[in-house]
């Protein structure tokens, strides 16, 4: 079990914009930093990161947290699991105290296949570095293909022996479970329910998630044999989704922002010969076609995309509307051919590194454009299949989301096309409105408008803000076992419980009792109210538990509560969107605006006013109900004089907030 000290030092140490930084392109904007969101699709940037507070927070979907629920989140990685990452990131050594049988017994499943997964990357690595057979036959192998020494390490490459239990005796012997070895693949199951090596005889390139942990293998068979799969891959496990992955993206990722582009290519080899070549910025898809995920983790870090073709006419052509899911998404898509059937690992070899960079630099072609002369190509003179191609063209345009880059692109294609604006725009419609129906019939009859373009998505309420109760319940938005109905009551729950999160350690002067702590001398005036938010109501008991230990919680001690709405309470309570430009407070436009922190004692007092006399106004609410039902006279007497107690406190609580109550 990881120390309490460990994990504060890691949470010291994690700076939000370099944890979050490696995985979303960032972009300065006032005091925070913005950037697209990594949790939900969107077009228009809502993902802001405050430097200051430490936290990021996305107001398109409300994903919100610290570094740790941030790796959290995006990898799925338990709290251990986080911890760790961010430990290896910064260079922290772990503290760990022993853990009893149960407690290990108990580990994470996951974790377990991770820490396989590692040590299969290890036991696969070693072959090539360590052992003489590995040397003669997969080292030789990476060298043959001109591979360098640091390039091997780099993208961890090995090889696994031709035999049929080698990584599984020594997986056991290390005391890996069987069960285990099965999940990921490294094995597979005889009929007799015995093991054998998925990878025996073949050269390995480990698969990376984002973090740079190994989730998966390729395997390259050395043999000749057709009979024998050129490549055999890890199966989906619990830890490896192909479709969310794109190989070499933990190499690539700062790269790719840096350039603000990303080279796409099919294979293994292409990605490390253009590494080695000095191109970094380049991932590949592993051979199949491209997937929604794969284009979103793209779409973190760029906009732009080239994707690098080989001469194979067939391929191309099959590949063409795969392309078409990067255009949906937004993504400025341009294609690159290389000349004579070569891909990018030959063309390398042919020209050398420098002649490369400057080819792919020279070749570009816009996708649309590409795709327009390919099948122009093909249909020659023939009328029926002109037409064709024009339908093709026009569907690829009328997925981008785009308008002005829609216009430039018509008029374009129809002077390539030799056709009317006119025509392609109506064609382009056409096509727009059969999808809007197909997508109306597919959600159930509701409405859905041809074209579809919205505002940006950051400055528009969460989906449920516009929903009934009874809606929000069939739809399922908010349903789950926290969420409750927002009251006035617990807008002013959650003020309390902003200011203690925002302000709870700041000292302030109360007449007779000196500096205190804001937290103390909220907590004690209002000590005796209960609260109906339940959310709140955790995090009010958390500071009057630490309270009596003279001790006052941090926000982030609440950002990865195993409580969803708590945490994501403590979250919106210190994220602000928009912040007062410093530009203002100067001299020269006589501007001065006063920050809340200056007025902190009338806010807290205000607050706890306020809250106060919402409360008795509950409370006599509840009263005057009661005095409808048939009571006795002691009882009556008894709720008419606690009424009358509660009406004198909101009175005084409305004088001293300067309101009229209406007698």
């Not at 070895?181 to 025996?200: M, V």
């Not at 898509?333 to 020279?362: M, Q, R």
């Amino acid at each position: 079990m990881i120390t309490k000290e460990t994990i504060d030092k890691v949470l010291d140490t994690a700076r939000i914009e370099e944890v979050v930084g490696e995985f979303v392109d960032l972009k300065k904007r006032g005091t925070s930093l913005i950037g697209n969101c990594p949790f939900h699709n969107e077009k228009t940037p809502s993902f802001h990161v405050s430097v200051a507070k430490g936290i990021y927070k996305c107001f398109g979907c409300g994903a919100g947290g610290d570094s740790l629920k941030f790796v959290m989140e995006l990898e799925k990685f338990s709290y251990p699991e986080a911890i760790r990452y961010l430990a290896s990131k910064y260079s922290i050594e772990i503290a760990e105290v022993e853990r009893s049988p149960a407690q290990m017994a108990a580990q994470d499943k996951r974790e377990s296949l991770y820490v396989l997964s590692q040590w299969a990357g290890k036991f696969f690595k070693q072959q090539i570095w360590e052992t003489d057979l590995g040397k003669s036959i997969g080292l030789s192998y990476f060298k043959e293909r001109g591979y360098r020494d640091d390039i091997i390490k780099k993208f961890d490459l090995g090889y696994s022996p031709d035999q049929w239990t080698a990584l599984v005796d020594a997986a056991k012997k290390d005391g890996f479970q069987e069960a285990y070895i099965a999940e990921i693949g490294l094995a597979i199951e005889r009929d007799d329910k015995s093991l054998y090596d998925r990878f025996r005889g073949r050269v390995i390139f480990p698969i990376h998630n984002l973090t740079g942990r190994i989730i998966g293998f390729g395997g390259r068979t050395l043999k000749t044999e057709k009979s024998v799969p050129k490549y055999v891959n890890s199966p989906e496990s619990e830890i490896y989704h192909k479709s969310d992955v794109l190989y070499g993206l933990n190499h690539a990722k700062k790269a790719i922002m840096d350039a603000d582009l990303c080279y796409l290519v099919e294979g293994y080899a292409d990605v490390i010969a253009m590494h080695q070549a000095g191109v970094e910025n380049v991932v590949s898809s592993s051979g199949t076609s491209l997937t929604s995920g794969q284009i979103k983790l793209i779409s973190r870090f760029t906009k732009n995309v080239v994707i690098l073709y080989d001469g194979d006419a067939a391929g191309i052509k099959a590949s063409l509307r795969g392309t078409d899911m990067l255009l949906e998404e937004g993504l400025n898509v341009k294609v690159l051919l290389f000349p004579d059937g070569n891909d990018p690992d030959s063309y390398i070899k042919e020209v050398g590194s420098n002649a490369f960079i400057e080819y792919i630099a020279a070749h570009q072609e816009d996708f649309i454009f590409y795709k327009t002369h390919i099948l122009l190509k093909d249909a020659k003179d023939d009328p029926i299949k002109r037409a064709e191609v024009i339908r093709e063209v026009v569907e690829s345009i009328a997925l981008i989301p785009d308008e002005i880059k829609v216009s430039v692109f018509i008029r374009q294609c129809s002077s390539l096309l030799d056709i009317e604006e006119r025509i392609l725009l109506s064609e382009l419609n056409k096509i727009r409105l059969t999808r809007a129906k197909a997508q109306e019939k597919k959600g159930g009859g509701k409405t859905v408008s041809a074209p579809v373009f919205v505002g940006p998505e950051g400055d528009m309420p969460p989906p449920d803000f516009f929903m009934t109760e009874e809606e929000r319940g069939e739809s399922g938005v908010g349903t789950d076992s926290v969420s409750q109905p927002i009251t006035a009551e617990i807008l002013q729950e959650r003020e309390i419980v902003r200011i203690l999160l925002n302000y709870g350690r700041e000292l302030v002067s109360w007449e007779g009792n000196g500096d205190i702590p804001v937290a103390p001398y909220l907590l004690g005036s209002i000590d005796d109210l209960t609260f109906e938010d339940r959310a709140s109501a955790v995090i009010v008991e958390e500071f009057k538990k630490q309270a009596e230990a003279f001790e006052v919680p941090e926000a982030r001690f609440f950002f990865a509560h195993e409580n969803e709405e708590v945490a994501k309470l403590a979250i919106d309570s210190i994220a602000t969107r928009y912040e007062i430009s410093a530009n203002w407070n100067d001299d020269k436009r006589k501007i001065y605006v006063t920050r809340e922190i200056e007025h902190l004692k009338e806010l807290v007092i205000q607050a706890i006013y306020r809250i106060k006399k919402r409360k008795f106004a509950s409370e006599m609410h509840k009263i005057r109900e009661e005095l409808k039902l048939p009571l006795s006279a002691e009882d009556m007497e008894i709720a008419l004089h606690k009424y009358q107690k509660l009406k004198e406190g909101e009175q005084l609580l409305g004088n001293l907030l300067g309101n009229t109550i209406v007698k």
